[in-house]
């Protein structure tokens, strides 16, 4: 028993470690799966919150691993795991049995999990942690109090400091489709040998109080001016086996036309400026008139991509910064997201591959990387 105490404690423990550190290398990316949950639920209004309960949350999946390992406080520890766990499940298993959210983000976008793997695999974890539960009376400290109390209170500020660096300087290991090396335009097209997802358009229309659904090219024998139109949609038929890695990733000018493929097709080398948004945007940080300096001497075109076309373009008239050398495009605000963890972040592209990426803070080290570049 004493070695099956000491197997399980030690697994569980390392799993929830590795857990929070997969996590903590991205914690913006579970901040965004949070808001994907409350948007399901229409919980709108603890988007603002959802960083603040991810960084929590990562600090606590990390020092109840390390508690474990410890034996720290296990009357404590085995009752928070036994909540936590029971609270991952529920959302996990809502995820897998509602079909609402594909991924749940349980280790991040590095070990992508299914709804439905993510649910087995808590509920194996559950009951490891049910039996950790019912023998914590015999689980012993391995060290003094006072050295396991140091090491959680280490691992609690190297765990906040790590997720404040990533916040700042980009995730430590990017696992998103827009790393460095990747193609766009390869990214924005299904897998060799993939099958698309099959729908049907369905129309909904109201009748005598009541809805009817019925597809567009089987409308009712009986259809005339009493149906009235309400809504239509794409019904699945039939589920595809994979989709794009980069998906809505539109470029649109401010009149509105599509250069996606225009502006990704274009040989050479280019800069793209992420902005997600003007209110959250840290421009203080970011000499841009060097940064286009340094474009214009090598011919390199410069695109601000952002979610906030108006505010963003008003912020530009006003610092009256060279017209001519970039160029202010739309595109939605989900894949800026994925595209850039920091705001604004700075991409440097030749053709459609992503050559390297900086964040805001890292303003330094683009000018020598543009400027060791040919000329074009």
């Known amino acids: ?81 036994l909540l936590l766990i029971i609270f991952f499940s529920f959302l996990t298993g809502y995820a897998f049995l509602s079909g609402k959210v594909r991924e749940c983000g349980c280790f991040g976008d590095c070990i992508p999990l299914t709804a439905g793997e993510s649910f087995t695999k808590d509920l194996a974890l559950l009951v490891l942690i049910v039996f950790l539960f019912a023998v914590r009376d015999r689980i012993k400290p391995v060290v003094a109090p006072a050295v396991s109390a140091a090491v959680l209170l280490l691992a609690t500020v190297m765990t906040i400091a790590f997720q404040w660096y990533v916040l700042i300087h980009l995730p430590v290991r990017d696992c998103l489709p827009y790393r460095v090396h990747n193609n766009i335009l390869e990214k924005m097209k299904p897998p060799p040998g993939a099958v698309p997802d099959s729908t049907v358009i369905t129309m909904v229309y109201e009748k005598n109080g009541k809805k009817i659904e019925f597809g567009a090219s089987q409308f009712p024998a009986d259809f005339d001016d009493s149906y ?3 809504n239509r949609y794409d019904k699945l038929i039939r589920k595809g086996n994979a989709e794009p890695a980069i998906k809505d990733f539109n470029l649109i000018t401010g009149s509105g036309t599509d250069t996606t493929q225009a ?7 280019k800069l793209f400026v992420f902005v997600k948004d003007m209110d959250g945007a840290h ?37 009256t910064v060279d017209n001519d050398n970039f160029t202010v495009l739309k595109c939605d605000a989900t894949a800026i997201k994925t595209a850039a963890r920091a705001n604004p972040t700075l991409y440097l592209l030749k053709g459609a591959t992503i050559l390297n990426k900086w964040s805001y803070a890292d303003l330094e080290k683009v000018i020598p990387a543009v400027n060791e570049l040919p000329g074009q």
Not at 263 to 269: C, F, I, Q, R
Not at 287 to 316: E, Q, R
């Open 283 to 319: 421009f203080d940080d970011v000499n841009f008139p060097v940064v286009f300096t340094f474009a214009a001497s090598k011919k390199m075109p410069v695109f601000f991509i952002t979610g906030d076309y108006d505010n963003l373009v008003s912020w530009l008239r006003q610092r």
């Open 1 to 81: 028993m004493k070695l099956l105490i000491s197997f399980t404690r030690t697994l569980v423990g390392v799993l929830f470690i590795f857990s929070g550190l997969v996590k903590a290398n991205d914690p913006l990316g579970l901040s965004y799966k949070m808001q994907e949950f409350f948007e399901v639920w229409n919980f709108h209004w603890l988007d603002h919150f959802t960083l603040a309960f991810s960084i929590i949350m990562i600090v606590f999946e990390i020092v109840a691993g390390v508690a474990i390992l410890l034996g720290w406080q296990m009357r404590l520890f085995s009752w928070l795991l």
């Open 228 to 230: 009235h139109f309400v």
């Open 263 to 269: 502006v990704l097709e274009t040989k050479g080398y």
